[in-house]
Every structure is written in structure tokens, then in C-alpha cells.
């Protein structure tokens, strides 16, 4: 499978707890990004990188969001202290430098309790 | 005014129909458009990708951009119960995209 890779695909958890989601990119895509959809909504931009460098973060992205991808391959998006408004589905996509088309992968459902 | 505007229906078709889906911006700096196919609880699938104004066609689907009154369709040709799904129009903007809420479509047989 050469597509986007996101897991956990469903992470049910109780609010103030710590959740991780991990991306991996398509090989050899340079840029990375985290979207989050709720329902009846499109995704919303969080951040992006290029390569380890996280170029731009939305305001949507609050102290308790925090993005990284080491070594500039896989990536994580840690939630600290989650509230029930952070139910979403959390995207990740990625685009080589060269093209101007992003991939999604499948999603992780994030279910805040 | 959103950034990306789209109907979210929901639109109730016949197999076999033409569907036609379209969304507006509002920025003329947007130059590339596309659209994306979700099924629900899956990720965005990219359908089709146009730069600037033009038609581009793949298969049954064609992908039209007005930038004089800056209006992006996607047509539909012969459509399959298997279109159903939510369709999301987003442009290209500075390294990042941005979606419209999406249509969502339901083709019967």
C-alpha cells in the first residue's frame, strides 16, 4: 500500500486524557499536513510541514495541539488535555514538492467522552 | 463570507443522471481547483484537479472553472448508485488547501 497511512483509525477516550495519532506519508512527499472534519463540515487546515519544518500552524491549533515530524518522514499530532469539542475526524495528507495534488489518508476518528 | 461556498444539499438523483455540483469563492488570487469524493467515514479521495479557467474530462466526470465569476463545477455523466458519496470542492492556497463544506449526493437505482 503506497497511499497515506493514519492510525489509530478510532480512538474513543475520556476528556482530560492524552491522545497520540500518527501519519506516514507517501514515500518521498516532502510536504505533510493535518486537517480536522467534523460532520457536515469540510476539512479545516491545522498544519503543515515541509520536510521536519513546521512551516504554518492555524489558529485553529490550540497550546494543547502539538504537531511533529522527526527526521521529516512520519508525523504525530498529540491532544493534551482533551475536551469534547475536539470530537473530530483528524486527516493527514501529503503532496511532493513538484505537484500541486494532495493526498488524504483515511482519517483517525477522535470520540472525546 | 467563507472562502469556499457550497451548497450541502443533500442532492437526491436517478441512476443515470446528469449531476452537476458547484461551489464559488471569493478570492481571484485562487488559481488551482479541485474536487474530492468522500464515502462516509473515509478520507477524501482527489477526483479531478484543474489549473486556472477550462474544462478537463476524465471518464464520466468533467471539471469546469469560470474565473470571471469565480464558479467551479464538476459534472457527473451517467451517474451510479456507486457516486454516492460527499463531494468537496477546495482550492489551492498558499501550500494549503481550502475545502468547501462538501455536497452531499445520493444516486438511486
Known amino acids: 500500500d503506497t497511499g497515506v497511512s493514519q492510525n489509530p483509525r478510532h480512538k474513543i477516550t475520556k476528556r482530560g486524557q492524552n491522545v497520540t495519532f500518527r501519519c506516514d506519508p507517501i514515500?518521498?512527499?516532502?510536504?505533510l499536513y493535518w486537517y480536522r472534519q467534523t460532520l457536515g463540515q469540510g476539512p479545516e487546515f491545522l498544519t503543515y510541514?515541509?520536510?521536519?519544518?513546521?512551516?504554518?500552524k492555524s489558529r485553529l491549533l490550540s497550546d494543547r495541539f502539538s504537531a511533529e515530524r522527526p527526521k521529516g518522514s512520519f508525523s504525530t499530532l498529540e491532544i493534551q488535555r482533551t475536551e469534547q469539542g475536539d470530537s473530530a475526524m483528524y486527516l493527514c495528507?501529503?503532496?511532493?514538492?513538484?505537484?500541486?495534488?494532495?493526498?488524504f489518508g483515511e482519517g483517525s476518528w477522535l470520540t472525546v467522552v | 463570507q467563507k472562502e469556499v461556498e457550497q451548497d450541502p444539499g443533500p442532492l437526491s438523483v436517478p441512476e443515470g443522471a446528469i449531476v452537476s455540483l458547484n461551489c464559488t469563492y471569493s478570492?481571484?488570487?485562487?488559481?488551482?481547483f479541485m474536487w474530492y469524493r468522500q464515502y462516509s467515514r473515509k478520507g477524501p479521495e482527489l477526483l479531478m484537479y484543474?489549473?486556472?479557467?477550462g474544462n478537463k474530462e476524465d471518464g464520466r466526470f468533467t471539471a469546469q472553472v469560470d474565473k470571471s465569476s469565480k464558479y467551479i463545477s464538476l459534472f457527473i455523466r451517467d451517474s451510479q448508485p456507486s457516486d454516492s458519496a460527499t463531494y468537496l470542492c477546495?482550492?489551492?492556497?498558499?501550500?494549503?488547501?481550502?475545502f468547501g463544506t462538501g455536497t452531499r449526493l445520493q444516486v438511486f437505482p
Open positions: 495528507a501529503s503532496s511532493s514538492g513538484t505537484e500541486n495534488t494532495i493526498y
Open positions: 514515500s518521498e512527499h516532502n510536504r
Open positions: 510541514f515541509q520536510n521536519e519544518a513546521q512551516l504554518e
Open positions: 478570492n481571484s488570487a485562487f488559481q488551482y
Open positions: 484543474t489549473y486556472s479557467s
Open positions: 477546495a482550492t489551492r492556497y498558499t501550500d494549503k488547501l481550502i
